[in-house]
């Protein structure tokens, strides 16, 4: 098997559909079809079970995908350190939104202006980092949710906590008054307040109204300060609203939404120059903003 067959299968994988893959890498069907029967016959494994004249991947498809663009990723990283190896190769960051909008910027300041590091950053939620992190799409991220992935290795950096805010003061109150009081304005399920959030009110068993689901943080601010419900946030983000008077925090007495900020990457990412001055940046400024978590 050579990279050109991953190549291809990845295409097949990710169109569902031979012609169209073909179409995309600008090569015949038959060439398509060819590579594909090629890997089927090398390894004695069914790829795509077709049926009714339609491409179907099996689970075996399903796993070579996963080591396919781990690969390729690889290789065109290799191929681009290689082409330019008088400079740095670019740094391929995921970061959640809390990570993303109050953190990230300044670390990602000095890294280019000071260590003349390029990189290139993607927001998205924990969930969604997780997966290009597995598939070698990115080269580390930093991340506020829980991690349970058996090839990536997790670094807690920094502490951070969730707090609920609406537009009036309100007095201190149990998670369970607050969601018999107001309707929820809450964050998309993969990301990692969300995650939090519904784990404390499932071990709780509080069931909520929840009047919003959005993956933009302003959003949810702005609804919050419009009195539409109250939002469970991380504090970070709800800094300045909350200094300005525009927001209110409700002290919740019976629980405390303290979690971790997490570094994370493929256990077999190689750690560069331009990797080993990220995640020492990254402890630099937890340390600086008092929240680095301390290692026992």
Same mark, same amino acid.
């Given at each position: 098997?050579?990279?050109?067959?991953?190549?291809?299968?990845?295409?097949?994988?990710?169109?569902?559909?031979?012609?169209?893959?073909?179409?995309?890498?600008?090569?015949s069907q038959p060439t398509v079809s060819g590579a594909i029967r090629e890997m089927?016959?090398?390894?004695?494994?069914?790829?795509?079970?077709?049926?009714?004249?339609?491409?179907f991947i099996t689970p075996e498809g399903r796993q070579l995908t996963i080591y396919a663009r781990e690969l390729l990723s690889l290789f065109h990283e290799m191929e681009y350190t290689l082409r330019h190896?008088?400079?740095?190769?670019?740094?391929?960051?995921?970061?959640?939104?809390?990570?993303?909008?109050?953190?990230l910027p300044e670390i990602l300041r000095?890294?280019?202006e000071e260590k003349h590091i390029p990189t290139s950053v993607q927001v998205e939620n924990t969930r969604t980092i997780v997966?290009?992190?597995?598939?070698?799409?990115?080269?580390i991220g930093f991340v506020e949710g829980e991690v349970h992935h058996p090839d990536l290795v997790v670094l807690p950096v920094m502490a951070d906590s969730l707090t609920a805010v609406c537009a009036h003061a309100a007095p201190?109150? $149990?998670?369970?008054? &607050?969601?018999?009081?107001?309707?929820? %304005?809450?964050?998309?399920?993969? /990301?990692?307040?969300?995650e939090m959030t519904?784990?404390?009110?499932?071990?709780?068993?509080?069931?909520?109204?929840?009047?919003?689901?959005?993956?933009? $943080?302003q959003?949810? &601010?702005?609804?919050?300060?419009?009195? %539409?419900?109250?939002?469970?946030? /991380?504090?970070?983000l709800a800094a300045d609203a909350l200094a300005a008077g525009r927001l209110f925090e409700i002290p919740l007495t019976d629980c405390k939404l303290s979690r971790t900020l997490r570094l994370v990457w493929h256990k077999n990412k190689f750690q560069g120059d331009s990797f080993l001055a990220f995640c020492h940046l990254c402890r630099q400024y937890a340390a600086a903003c008092h929240q680095e978590i301390v290692k026992g």
């Open positions: 098997m050579t990279l050109r067959h991953l190549e291809i299968f990845l295409a097949v994988a990710e169109t569902g559909n031979m012609r169209k893959a073909a179409e995309q890498l600008y090569i089927e016959e090398e390894y004695d494994v069914l790829l795509f079970e077709r049926l009714n004249q339609r491409l190896s008088s400079d740095h190769a670019i740094l391929r960051i995921g970061a959640t939104l809390t990570v993303g909008t109050c953190v000095q890294l280019e997966q290009r992190l597995a598939e070698g799409a990115l080269d201190p109150m $149990t998670l369970a008054e &607050l969601c018999q009081t107001y309707p929820l %304005l809450m964050r998309e399920k993969g /990301s990692g307040t969300r519904d784990r404390i009110l499932a071990e709780k068993g509080i069931s909520c109204d929840i009047r919003w689901e959005c993956s933009n $943080t959003t949810l &601010l702005q609804a919050a300060e419009s009195g %539409l419900g109250v939002t469970i946030i /991380s504090r970070l």
